[in-house]
């Protein structure tokens, strides 16, 4: 009885704040108010949505940016956690301290300081031309530009969850394959890599979750078009004072994160299974 | 004192510390909306505020920042959903807006008079657009360059000038989202009043249509198209008034179209080197306008929001919109002090070319991220 009070807030507040906005956004994209007030059965604006041009290159400018960040943050974020994991001293606590200040840093001063390093005769661009190099090809207004800004952001939370599931296996394994003969790249590969498989995925679904819905990164650093999700979003509905577009836009990427939130929950259910 | 005592006490102390404030509240600040740049916000704070407070200590003022225009019309559509059920609408006061919205809104009575302020007569008249709205200061787009690259002399001076620099000199001329800002905005709105006849009066707030739409905007929409490979980046479109600014003074673009009143403010702050060259197109003007404060008739302060409209109208503000904001009065320019009036002679509007809000704005908008926006390649 005292569990369920005490649990029973953080529910109240799931079911206020997350689960009755979902439920409302898809009433109200499925059976929109017409004319006269009514609610009828209609289908259309998903159906505009899909056979859209325009729409659908952002969904997949969207869907493009969160596989090339979600890679890239496993390329990335892998070889400093297996660093981290494996060894001690004062060193690897400021690499520790390097990979953790991005959460520290908020998405807006990090757009205008990318602008100002990489973006167009920026810090970067001033130091080729001291060294007599050519101008570097700027990302800034590309769709490179949030790919960049999205995975140092995101860097932190990939490094402490990657390090996190590393902690899980022994050292004992590690140095049994040692004992036997096994290579660094062997060790990782025959005895890391099989073992780490649920945290890469939970690594990835969160990484994909959080860049799915970005929006001050791309807002500042992308190209006008194809927008991401989130900037099209805002943009369909407040200057375009689209509200039934905008939440079916809304539903659609929640569809597609759902999915990634099920790999989630799922690796979450079988940890809990595999325990005594 | 343990703990819990000090915890206690300091907490009553804090509490009555607040109490005064809370029974001021109840009295009220003045609900004032602001959909402007953060350049026009800093001026309401730092120049408009403090000048108010002390010349009316009793009345309180609340500044806040409503996003954009559109975070106002929704503000607008409730003060008149109140205004018919005779509830608060709990503003009082926009700093900019057109009393032409919402629909409806001047039958029902929704916006004050502009005058009943006092001091209207010295508005000047060039500015006034409606019966309900208060100019109070101007600005307008212009075409600034970097002078180093381009000579004064040779700045374009018409439209047909201007593309043909554009081609000429590709990747050297930027302008931004249209939505993003008003720079970009009203660069967008010159190419569509260019394939109207150049005929500012063909827009209004009344006479948007679907069709009109589909017939008006797609030759704009060309000619813009058009004008992309020569853009910056083969096609880029920097976010923000800001932004376009930012770009101009890292040396990347050579000519942007920026607001006057934050041009000059950059080139006062050092932002912009003293080397920038400012140039108005001589065939039709870039949009610009005035800055129409509307009040609301049913706000809960109304007689204090009346009160500082007023305000904004002496010499003081007015004053303060060219020197402090680089913008134009919103009076007329006997009313100012006869040193300014000789130092600005040369950038007092005769005519300032304006472009509709409301549906207008959004087809514009919209029509221009499905048109002109994604039809770059980037190779």
Same mark, same amino acid.
């Given at each position: 009885?005292?569990?369920?009070?005490?649990?029973?807030?953080?529910?109240?507040?799931?079911?206020?704040?997350?689960?009755?906005?979902?439920?409302?956004?898809?009433?109200?994209?499925?059976?929109?108010?017409?004319?006269?007030?009514?609610?009828?059965?209609?289908?259309?604006?998903?159906? $505009?949505?899909?056979?859209?041009?325009?729409?659908l290159a952002n969904l997949q400018v969207t869907l493009w940016t969160t596989l090339v960040c979600g890679v890239?943050?496993?390329?990335?974020?892998?070889?400093?956690?297996?660093?981290?994991?494996?060894?001690?001293?004062?060193?690897?606590?400021?690499?520790? &301290? *390097?990979?953790?200040?991005?959460?520290?840093?908020?998405?807006?001063?990090?757009?205008?300081?990318?602008?100002?390093?990489?973006?167009?005769?920026?810090?970067?661009?001033?130091?080729?031309?001291?060294?007599?190099?050519?101008?570097?090809?700027?990302?800034?207004?590309?769709?490179?530009?949030?790919?960049?800004?999205?995975?140092?952001? +995101?860097?932190?939370?990939?490094?402490?969850?990657?390090?996190?599931?590393?902690?899980?296996?022994?050292?004992?394994?590690?140095?049994?394959?040692?004992?036997?003969?096994?290579?660094?790249?062997?060790?990782?590969?025959?005895?890391?890599?099989?073992?780490?498989? +649920?945290?890469?995925?939970?690594?990835?679904?969160?990484?994909?979750?959080?860049?799915?819905?970005?929006?001050?990164?791309?807002?500042?650093?992308?190209?006008? &078009?194809?927008? *991401?999700?989130?900037?099209?979003?805002?943009?369909?509905?407040?200057? +375009?004072?689209?509200?039934? +577009?905008?939440?079916?836009?809304?539903?659609?990427?929640?569809?597609?994160?759902?999915? $990634?939130?099920?790999?989630?929950?799922?690796?979450? &259910?079988?940890?809990?299974?595999?325990?005594? | 004192?343990?703990?819990?005592?000090?915890?206690?006490?300091?907490?009553?102390?804090?509490?009555?510390?607040?109490?005064?404030?809370? /029974?001021?509240?109840?009295?009220?600040?003045?609900?004032?909306?602001?959909?402007?740049?953060?350049?026009?916000?800093?001026?309401?704070?730092?120049?408009? #505020?403090?000048?108010?407070?002390?010349?009316?200590?009793?009345?309180?003022?609340?500044?806040?920042?409503?996003?954009?225009?559109?975070?106002?019309?929704?503000?607008?559509?409730?003060?008149?959903?109140?205004?018919?059920?005779?509830?608060?609408?709990?503003?009082?006061?926009?700093?900019?807006?057109?009393?032409?919205?919402?629909?409806?809104?001047?039958?029902?009575?929704?916006?004050?008079?502009?005058?009943?302020?006092?001091?209207?007569?010295?508005?000047?008249?060039?500015?006034?657009?409606?019966?309900?709205? #208060?100019?109070?200061?101007?600005?307008?787009?212009?075409?600034?360059?970097?002078?180093?690259?381009?000579?004064?002399?040779?700045?374009?001076?018409?439209?047909?000038?201007?593309?043909?620099?554009?081609?000429?000199?590709?990747?050297?001329?930027?302008?931004?989202? =249209?939505?993003?800002?008003?720079?970009?905005?009203?660069?967008?709105?010159?190419?569509?009043?260019?394939?109207?006849?150049?005929? =500012?009066?063909?827009?209004?707030?009344?006479?948007?249509?679907?069709?009109?739409?589909?017939?008006?905007?797609?030759?704009?929409?060309?000619?813009?198209?058009?004008?992309?490979?020569s853009l910056y980046e083969k096609g880029a479109y920097a976010s923000g008034n800001t932004q376009s600014i930012?770009?101009?003074?890292?040396?990347?673009?050579?000519?942007?179209?920026?607001?006057?009143?934050?041009?000059?403010?950059?080139?006062?702050?050092?932002?912009?080197?003293?080397?920038?060259?400012?140039?108005?197109?001589?065939?039709?003007?870039?949009?610009?306008g005035f800055a129409h404060s509307t009040l609301f008739s049913n706000g809960a302060h109304k007689d204090a929001?009346?009160?500082?409209?007023?305000?904004?109208?002496?010499?003081?503000?007015?004053?303060?919109?060219?020197?402090? #904001?680089?913008?134009?009065?919103?009076? /007329?320019?006997?009313?100012? /002090?006869?040193?300014?009036?000789? @130092?600005?002679?040369?950038?007092?509007?005769?005519?300032?070319?304006?472009?509709?809000?409301?549906?207008?704005? @959004?087809?514009?908008?919209?029509?221009?991220?499905?048109?002109?926006?994604?039809?770059?390649?980037?190779?």
């Open positions: 009885m005292v569990g369920l009070t005490l649990v029973a807030l953080p529910v109240f507040l799931l079911g206020w704040l997350i689960v009755y906005p979902i439920l409302s956004a898809v009433l109200e994209t499925v059976f929109p108010a017409g004319e006269n007030g009514a609610r009828a059965l209609s289908l259309a604006s998903y159906r $505009f949505f899909f056979s859209d041009p325009y729409s890239l943050l496993i390329l990335v974020g892998l070889p400093i956690a297996l660093y981290l994991r494996f060894s001690q001293g004062r060193f690897a606590a400021y690499v520790q &301290a *390097m990979a953790i200040f991005p959460m520290f840093v908020p998405s807006i001063i990090l757009s205008y300081a990318l602008i100002r390093t990489i973006g167009p005769n920026g810090t970067v661009d001033l130091i080729l031309n001291a060294l007599g190099l050519p101008k570097l090809p700027t990302p800034y207004l590309t769709p490179w530009g949030p790919v960049i800004g999205l995975v140092w952001d +995101n860097l932190p939370l990939t490094v402490l969850m990657l390090t996190a599931g590393l902690g899980q296996i022994s050292n004992a394994s590690v140095e049994a394959a040692r004992d036997v003969g096994a290579g660094p790249f062997r060790v990782f590969l025959a005895v890391i890599l099989p073992r780490m498989a +649920n945290s890469l995925l939970v690594t990835a679904s969160f990484a994909v979750l959080g860049i799915f819905s970005a929006f001050t990164l791309p807002y500042v650093l992308g190209p006008a &078009a194809p927008e *991401m999700m989130g900037p099209f979003m805002d943009r369909t509905f407040s200057d +375009n004072n689209d509200p039934l +577009n905008a939440l079916t836009q809304a539903v659609i990427s929640f569809g597609f994160c759902l999915v $990634f939130g099920l790999f989630y929950v799922r690796s979450i &259910a079988r940890n809990q299974e595999g325990r005594p | 004192m343990n703990r819990r005592h000090f915890l206690i006490a300091s907490s009553t102390v804090a509490g009555l510390a607040l109490a005064p404030r809370l /029974s001021f509240a109840a009295a009220g600040p003045i609900d004032v909306y602001c959909g402007s740049d953060k350049n026009v916000l800093d001026f309401w704070n730092n120049v408009i #505020l403090p000048a108010f407070a002390k010349a009316h200590p009793d009345i309180a003022v609340k500044v806040t920042d409503a996003g954009n225009n559109n975070g106002l019309r929704a503000i607008a559509d409730r003060g008149l959903a109140a205004l018919a059920s005779n509830t608060d609408p709990q503003a009082d006061m926009f700093e900019t807006f057109d009393p032409l919205l919402p629909k409806g809104g001047i039958e029902a009575g929704l916006w004050v008079k502009a005058a009943e302020v006092k001091g209207h007569e010295r508005i000047n008249p060039l500015a006034i657009d409606s019966d309900y709205s #208060l100019p109070y200061r101007g600005s307008q787009v212009l075409l600034a360059y970097d002078a180093t690259k381009l000579p004064a002399k040779d700045a374009p001076k018409t439209w047909e000038q201007l593309v043909a620099w554009i081609k000429a000199n590709p990747g050297q001329f930027v302008y931004n989202r =249209p939505d993003k800002g008003g720079s970009g905005g009203n660069f967008v709105r010159r190419a569509i009043h260019e394939v109207n006849g150049r005929d =500012p009066k063909a827009f209004t707030v009344g006479n948007y249509s679907e069709e009109a739409a589909a017939k008006m905007l797609p030759p704009a929409w060309e000619l813009l198209k058009d004008l992309a490979p930012q770009l101009l003074a890292q040396g990347v673009v050579t000519m942007a179209p920026v607001w006057s009143d934050q041009v000059l403010q950059a080139i006062n702050q050092g932002v912009l080197p003293e080397t920038t060259g400012l140039v108005q197109l001589t065939d039709l003007a870039l949009c610009g929001a009346l009160t500082l409209a007023s305000f904004l109208l002496t010499q003081e503000i007015q004053e303060a919109v060219i020197t402090e #904001l680089g913008g134009f009065p919103g009076v /007329s320019w006997d009313h100012l /002090s006869d040193a300014l009036r000789q @130092k600005y002679a040369d950038v007092i509007p005769a005519t300032i070319p304006t472009f509709p809000s409301g549906d207008w704005e @959004k087809a514009v908008n919209d029509g221009w991220y499905r048109n002109v926006a994604p039809t770059i390649s980037r190779t």
